[in-house]
């Protein structure tokens, strides 16, 4: 069981937490809206908190926030908030300021997700994936037809 | 010399109106469209439109051959991305950032983005300046060079007071540089007699500060 630290609520932060909770790992979830907490509680039969997870408000960048959050004792950091720039930046602050040992980044743009990649990061890309998919689709015959 | 200059506030543009005047060449980079088209009615072809923390927006700028980048944008991360890709994807050997919040200060020094300016920090550091409360204010730090300037006030009873400047113990590599008194400053000789109630502007190598400060605290 590892303690794995998600900043960012979103659709994606949101799901890899409950699954990662469900499959007994320690999860503690960063976001600076309130709000999306309940992407966390919404179909489930225990609130977040009593199913053992971990919710913190505050902004991403923060270091207080990230320290509130457990950072220091994260084994793993998944940077997922919607903005590219905010999540390239807080995933090395967790490498270089508080060594997290695993660090895993959500880059909506290919062109950087590769770069930073190439720079030792551990990068994933959601539109690549599409992109991808798409043309999987495209290549197999028609549904139904 | 090509300087490339992100985010078209009123820094950015106004660097950029200033840098156009001095006859530099200047590309300025504005992701936001009513600002660009402004500034486009304005500098024509010197503006691009454009998110300039992507990779095919700052090649379109000619970032390749920038000699300088100036990241100047409403945000901290996106100028430490920007001054980082430039560094480390494009050898750009010169670049400059702005810092918005003086609390993210420590990520561009984790991040070895130097050097990043905060509009806070300098008037903080002009207060200093001009409001006599501090005893100690740091007028300008050159890690590369390994240079400070501080301004000190020289304190009642202190060990410096009423000695000659040549006979001040400060430590090798610092050196007094300037003495303020009565509204004036002037460069002291050897045998300047430093009073309590001067000012004094000392020169050092880094590390130094406290054996030099100790000379003009008042005894404890």
Known sequence: MSFVLIVGSGRVGSSVARNLLAGGHEVSVLDGDPLSHERLDAGQETSWEAAGGRFTIGQAIERDALVEAGIEKADVFIAATNGDNTNLTIAQIAQRMFNVPRVLVRVMDPARAEWYSSQGMETICPTSYAVEMFEKALAAPEAGS | ?220
């Open chain 2, 1 to 220: 010399m090509y300087v490339v200059v992100i985010g078209g506030g009123k820094v950015g543009l106004n660097l950029t109106r200033e840098l156009l005047a001095k006859g530099t060449e200047v590309t300025l980079v504005e992701s936001r469209r009513d600002r660009y088209l402004r500034m486009d009615a304005e500098l024509g072809f010197v503006v691009q439109y454009g998110d300039g923390t992507e990779l095919w927006v700052l090649e379109r700028a000619g970032i390749q051959r920038a000699d300088l980048v100036v990241a100047v944008t409403g945000d901290d991360e996106d100028n430490i991305l920007i001054c980082q890709v430039a560094r480390d994807k494009y050898q750009v050997e010169r670049f400059i950032s702005r810092v918005n919040n003086p609390r993210n200060r420590q990520y561009f020094e984790l991040l070895d983005i130097r050097p990043a300016f905060s509009a806070t920090d300098l008037i903080l550091r002009l207060i200093e300046h001009e409001v006599p409360d501090y005893g100690l204010v740091h007028l300008l730090d050159l890690p590369d060079e390994q240079l400070e300037v501080i301004e000190i006030i020289v304190c009642e009873g202190c060990r410096a007071a009423g000695l000659e400047v040549q006979q001040l113990e400060l430590p090798e590599g610092s050196i007094v540089i300037s003495v303020l008194r009565d509204e004036g400053g002037f460069v002291p000789k050897g045998d300047t007699v430093i009073n309590a109630g001067d000012e004094v502007l000392v020169c050092l190598d880094p590390g130094l500060e406290p054996q030099v400060t100790a000379l003009f605290e008042a005894a404890k």
